[in-house]
């Protein structure tokens, strides 16, 4: 059963920093683009960052460019989203997903997600 599961989600001021983990089972990183998303109170979810399967390149939206780092760890099979020197603006619910077309498209359902708060 294909699943993945977010975490790590929390309160914190600006400035600070917070890492997500997405674990991943019934399936391995190698084989799908791992994506991080988010969606902030009355806006559309938007993609943040992703990690290819085979190669492990990565991109960002340029609103967390130089900030936000994604990466992996094979044989935990979990994706983490560092994030640093937070913004307010960077308060949202966090989802990773198997991207099927980034940054529009995903495979299977939107998990529960995890909030971040980043506030003072």
């Known amino acids: 059963q294909v699943q993945l599961v977010e975490s790590g989600g929390d309160l914190v001021q600006p400035g600070g920093s917070l890492t997500l983990s997405c674990a991943a089972s019934g399936f391995t990183l190698k084989s799908h683009t791992i994506g991080w998303f988010r969606r902030a109170p009355g806006k559309e979810r938007e993609g943040v960052s992703y990690i290819g399967s085979s190669d492990g390149r990565t991109d960002y939206a340029d609103s967390v460019k130089g900030r936000f780092t994604v990466s992996r760890d094979i044989a935990k099979n979990t994706v983490y989203l560092q994030m640093n020197n937070l913004k307010p603006e960077d308060t949202a619910v966090y989802y990773c997903?198997?991207?099927?077309?980034?940054?529009?498209?995903?495979?299977?359902?939107w998990g529960q997600g995890t909030q971040v708060t980043v506030s003072s």
């Open positions: 997903a198997r991207v099927a077309r980034w940054p529009t498209a995903i495979y299977g359902a």
